[in-house]
């Protein structure tokens, strides 16, 4: 089999982008591997006609996929930029005219005390090494970067004994601090941008006007931020998403802003709506506009043993479904085929993924329990992002399949919450939740409006629908950053509360530890 | 084929405030029925006759798909997957008295199609006394009370007998339609 790379690229069309947050352990295989025999011959999969280099999806040429969009974290980076050349090649070494990574500057990791970080001095020279050397990684790997924020979280009963944060106003404070740092030293090889973060309305209203300056090219000049990311309640509370656009819109704050990106969100409906709203800030505001959002689940649910089997697009399942993987060491040597579709997955047989036989020795001389070894979770990583990539765009695809055949014949006013015992009743399609098809009608008649209050007011009469389309989380929330909660999840609907890349995730330092 | 009626509760307050001012800023779009076509009844309801398409899409689409939901898991009628080509608005005035004693709903003979199933929407922004709705089951007549409360969308077998008590406080409005399907056989 040589068969040239499948390109998902295209299938983006106008769609909101979807952007796999890369793992430093997946990028990592590819790297090594182009330094080094790092992965036996004996252990490829004999259908990897292009090695494991196929595995790198950023590889137009190589891909046994290839799509050209992805976040990567300067949390979980090599931020010595020498060593980061050849350890994360795959990132650093892409093509840069036919590829796009968003950068992370690794706020989240900092919080969570992954990055270490001198909190007790935060304006002191230790916390300003940290602040030159992430900035200097994203100016060198990133297009487009977001500015260091300090999540709310940060300052919850959890984090605040460690970050010495006590309230929003304090984490605010601390972003202010960071922008003003990131603005002033930029090189301008990264376009960046601001970050929103925020509990609920007045928060993120509070956070809005004491960072919009740093948007503002009349206070900034053409040091300002070039776009916008979404976080906390502006990511997933449809309400607050729209009036913090309109807000935008009003301030001016959209116009020549190219990017904004969502922070973490897994679900399907919301690749909907945001296409939705990209397709309405393109026609009213901004034509260059385009909105992205990332998602590290194919990589975690990986790291939990999870394989995604398919994907349901119908109104009573919209998401992306996992199920514990087969892991049975009477499957190594196994020639069945990998019973999953993907680019990966069809090069594959399940004695791949299984590779301890009963009486091997895993990396560090004993026998374990599972037949996976470590290249085994990297297998499996393509093989879900494939998959993840694939659910969006078809969700997208139905969506507008379903949009043609009900244009004008739907009007969000109409749309009423059903009783449990009225589910289903009130479907338009087969195949697209109802939601998503009246949300369509309602950001189309949002952004004909033609001032805040009148936008406001629409918003306001559309409360209790948009409060049925909430995102599934909010970033970094503590009762659900937990291990056992993830451990348990058998559909996406969730993110990277746990980011792979954290030491104190078990099973993820079990894996490092292997490799 | 066991006949009955099904009750929907198709639209909340804000909603019928939508359609009725929608409809109300445009009395252009309504045309006034003439008392003759009821010459036999005395008190019967002010109706303004509209036209589908000038009456918002998104109303009709919900109102047509919700009727041939209802059918199709109750009925099993043979209907035309149309959306119905217009509407009687029906304002029932206590003033008056207004009523519309028992009657079925019918094609004019000879048409190549027969109204099978009768929708009524209460559409009305106040609440009212009196306008009881009836079916005639056995030859005695069946008080329907889920239609009085706004927004509920009743549907039937047009051929059942059916009347609208005397309005005695308050204004009943309604909206009523017809679908169609091949003729009975």
Not at chain 1, 145 to 163: E, F, I, N, R
Not at chain 1, 261 to 277: E, M, P, R, V
Not at chain 2, 20 to 44: A, G, M, Q, W, Y
Not at chain 2, 121 to 137: H, K, M, V
Request: charged share 25%; proline share 4%; hydrophobic share 35%.
């Amino acid at each position: 089999m040589n068969n040239p790379p499948v390109n998902l690229t295209p299938l983006q069309r106008d769609y909101a982008v979807y952007l796999p947050a890369i793992s430093s352990f997946y990028s990592t295989y590819v790297a090594k591997q182009r330094l080094e025999k790092f992965v036996p011959k004996h252990r490829i999969p004999q259908g990897f006609d292009r090695g494991i280099e196929g595995m790198n999806f950023l590889n137009p040429e190589q891909g046994y996929f290839t799509y050209k969009y992805g976040l990567y974290s300067a949390g979980h980076a090599q931020l010595d930029l020498q060593k980061s050349i050849d350890q994360e090649s795959m990132i650093q070494q892409r093509d840069r005219n036919s590829t796009m990574i968003l950068g992370d500057s690794g706020g989240y990791q900092i919080g969570k005390g992954v990055l270490k970080f001198d909190w007790k001095n935060f304006e002191g020279a230790e916390a300003n090494k940290v602040r030159q050397k992430i900035l200097e990684w994203l100016e060198a790997t990133a297009d487009w970067s977001m500015m260091l924020d300090v999540p709310t979280w940060a300052c919850d009963h959890v984090h605040s004994p460690k970050t010495g944060l006590k309230t929003v106003q304090d984490c605010l404070d601390k972003t202010r601090f960071n922008n003003e740092y990131f603005l002033k030293n930029r090189l301008g090889y990264t376009k960046w941008l601001n970050v929103l973060q925020g509990w609920d309305w007045d928060s993120a209203e509070d956070w809005y006007n004491g960072v919009k300056e740093f948007s503002d090219p009349a206070v900034w000049g053409d040091k300002a931020a070039e776009g916008w990311a979404f976080g906390g309640a502006n990511m997933c509370k449809m309400d607050i998403t729209l009036k913090r656009l309109i807000t935008l819109r009003e301030d001016g704050l959209l116009k020549g802003k190219n990017w904004i990106h969502f922070l973490g969100t897994a679900q399907l409906d919301w690749s909907c709506y945001l296409t939705l709203i990209q397709r309405q800030l393109r026609k009213h505001i901004n034509e260059e506009i385009t909105i992205s959002f990332d998602c590290a689940s194919p990589f975690i649910a990986t790291a939990h043993g999870l394989v995604y089997t398919n994907a349901q697009h119908t109104t009573k399942r919209w998401s992306v479904i996992m199920d514990k993987a087969p892991d049975n060491k009477a499957l190594a040597r196994s020639d069945i085929p990998f019973p999953f579709e993907s680019e990966i997955g069809r090069r594959m047989v399940m004695g791949d993924i299984c590779w301890y036989a009963p009486g091997d020795l895993n990396k560090i001389g004993k026998e374990g329990k599972t037949s996976w070894d470590s290249f085994a979770y990297a297998l499996m990583m393509g093989h879900n992002v494939y998959c993840h990539i694939v659910a969006v765009q078809r969700a997208q695809q139905l969506m507008d399949i379903e949009i043609a055949k009900t244009k004008g014949k739907i009007n969000w006013q109409f749309w009423r919450k059903l009783s449990p015992k009225e589910a289903g009743s009130d479907e338009y399609s087969d195949w697209v939740p109802r939601n998503i098809l009246y949300f369509s009608d309602f950001v189309e008649q949002l952004f004909e409006t033609k001032s805040k209050k009148e936008a406001f007011d629409m918003i306001d009469r559309a409360r209790t629908f948009l409060d049925t389309l909430e995102g599934a989380r909010l970033q970094g929330g503590v009762a659900r950053n937990t291990f056992n909660t993830i451990f348990t999840v058998e559909e996406v609907t969730d993110s990277s509360e746990v980011n792979l890349e954290d030491t104190e995730d078990p099973v993820y330092a079990k894996l490092r530890e292997s490799i | 084929m066991k006949y009955k009626w099904y009750w929907y509760n198709l639209l909340d307050t804000q909603q019928i405030n939508f359609v009725l001012d929608d409809i109300e800023s445009r009395p252009e779009i309504c045309t006034k029925e003439p008392k003759e076509n009821h010459p036999d009844f005395k008190n019967v309801s002010d109706v303004k006759q509209i036209k589908a398409l000038d009456l918002d899409s998104g109303f009709v689409s919900l109102f047509a798909r919700t009727v041939h939901k209802i059918n199709r898991e109750n009925f099993g009628l043979d209907l035309y997957y149309d959306e119905p080509q217009g509407f009687n608005l029906n304002y029932y005035h206590s003033e008056s008295k207004d009523d519309y004693p028992f009657h079925l709903d019918s094609s004019k003979p000879n048409s190549m199609s027969d109204i099978k199933l009768t929708a009524v929407l209460n559409l009305s922004r106040r609440p009212y006394e009196g306008g009881n709705f009836s079916i005639a089951l056995s030859n005695q007549p069946h008080i329907i009370e889920e239609i009085n409360n706004p927004g509920t969308l009743l549907v039937f077998p047009s051929f059942y007998l059916h009347e609208v008590a005397p309005v005695t406080k308050g204004v009943r409005i309604t909206m009523s339609s017809w679908f169609q399907g091949p003729n009975w056989k």
